[in-house]
């Protein structure tokens, strides 16, 4: 299998949905793609019911074509990263990975144009955060969650806005960034460094103003963004953690316990934004986000020092600070079900908190005339009591019976 049959495999099954995101390739199954969140399975010819072990190793020799790193990678840990592009299609993001002996390919489409604020519906976090001159920025959430284009959109806001020097370290790279006011370096791991710690090293020598890391995947990473944020960086990174409180503990928990102290006084200093992300289903298909964002204060560098506890942990702190562009997960989804965005189901499913979620959707339907709870349809158990009314008038003995 060559490339042009690669590209007409690829290209082919691109053509069969709307709202594509990825593309799927494993033994056992049809050729599939994920559109709007659901696999689809997708009919080619010549027809491939299901694919054998022989067919996605040759599909992933082809795309890894002979580059040694990723071989090795592939040999030695049991996956790796890549990109792949059919010139005037797509542009991917590729993972190939081996599970039961068998390999396995996931190809993420990315977007060519980089969307901006207000075609994603961004928070006003994410304007705050392009407004930053220094600290470190996580925006966290699960993979596909849209972490990768909200940053985009933050560094492309960047762009036209400051003469800037800036530089990105990507594992691939997923945008590719115009020069405009702003001066852009993009660096691709594999291609133009070999880690993401040495990546951030050497980044701290070419003079930029913002540096963006694709991921902070380990201690060294955390240590240098942190030195890099300490002496007047803006730092912008990703986290796959659900919230505030497990992203402060998975940078934690990179560190020795005897270190803790020192990471949690280092970080109140340093950080600027936590902004988490989900993605939800839309009403008529596709998909849109819901967003949690909290900022850096007094309140929450106390927090960050000395942990959580009743009546200080971060959700108390976004829920009252709202007027410094925090918002919590639970306004974020009711505003969405406001909108038309959401259905109450939706809503409810993936609230934090259910009963917040109830009262607010509830007082949208209040204020729309509608009714806020199924209160017809309940009815009155006509047979409570008479259960114990059998009974009335009888002796209840707890001694036994005598024979």
């Known amino acids: ?29 049809p050729f599939q793609v994920e559109a709007s969140g659901i696999l689809v399975p997708v009919e080619l010819e010549p027809h491939f019911e299901k694919l054998t072990p022989f067919q996605t190793e040759i599909f992933a020799l082809n795309l ?9 990678a592939l040999i030695e840990e049991g996956s790796c990263d890549l990109s792949y592009a059919i010139p005037g299609v797509a542009r991917f993001r590729v993972n190939i ?34 407004r930053e001159k220094n600290g470190i ?14 940053l985009a959109a933050v560094i492309n806001d960047i762009n036209e806005k400051n003469p800037v020097h800036i530089v990105t370290l990507e594992d691939p790279i997923e945008y590719t960034h115009t020069q405009k006011r702003a001066t852009i370096n993009q ?26 890391v694709g991921e902070m995947r380990d201690r060294e990473s955390v240590e240098i963004a942190l030195s890099a944020a300490e002496t007047g960086h803006l730092v912008l990174s990703t986290l796959h953690t659900a919230d505030a409180g497990q992203t402060l503990n998975r940078i934690l928990g990179m560190f020795p316990v005897d270190e803790e102290n020192q990471v949690r006084t280092r970080l109140s200093d340093a950080l600027r934004w936590i902004i988490c992300q989900r993605l939800l289903p839309k009403v008529g298909g596709g998909r849109v986000a819901a967003f949690e964002a909290l900022s850096t ?57 259910r009963a917040n979620v109830g009262r607010g959707i509830d007082a949208i339907k209040s204020a729309r005339g509608e009714k806020t709870s199924d209160l017809a349809k309940l009815e009155v158990d006509r047979s409570y009591g008479k259960e114990n009314d059998k009974f009335s008038g009888q002796k209840l003995s707890l001694s036994p019976k005598r024979k």
Request: net charge neutral; proline share 3%.
């Open 137 to 150: 920025v996580l925006v966290t959430g699960a993979t596909g969650s849209g972490k990768t284009t909200s």
């Open 297 to 353: 204060s007094m309140r929450v560098k106390d927090v960050v020092l000395h942990g959580e506890a009743e009546g200080k942990t971060f959700q108390d702190i976004i829920q009252q600070g709202k007027a410094f562009g925090m918002i919590t997960f639970d306004d974020c989804i009711v505003d969405l079900f406001d909108k038309g965005l959401i259905t109450e189901e939706t809503a409810k499913a993936y609230a934090t908190n």
């Open 97 to 130: 990975f081996s599970q039961r002996g068998q390999y396995s390919i996931v190809l993420r489409k990315l977007e060519t144009p980089i969307p901006t604020f207000a075609e994603l519906g961004l928070p006003e976090a994410y304007l705050r955060v392009a």
């Open 64 to 72: 890894v074509n002979q580059d040694h790193r990723l071989m090795n």
């Open 1 to 29: 299998m060559r490339k042009p049959e690669i590209d007409y495999i690829l290209t082919k099954m691109l053509e069969s949905n709307t709202n594509i995101s990825d593309v799927i390739l494993t033994v056992d199954k």
């Open 187 to 212: 660096r691709e791991l594999g291609k133009d460094f070999n880690s993401f710690a040495n990546g951030l090293r050497a980044a701290l020598r070419q003079a930029p103003k913002v540096i963006l």
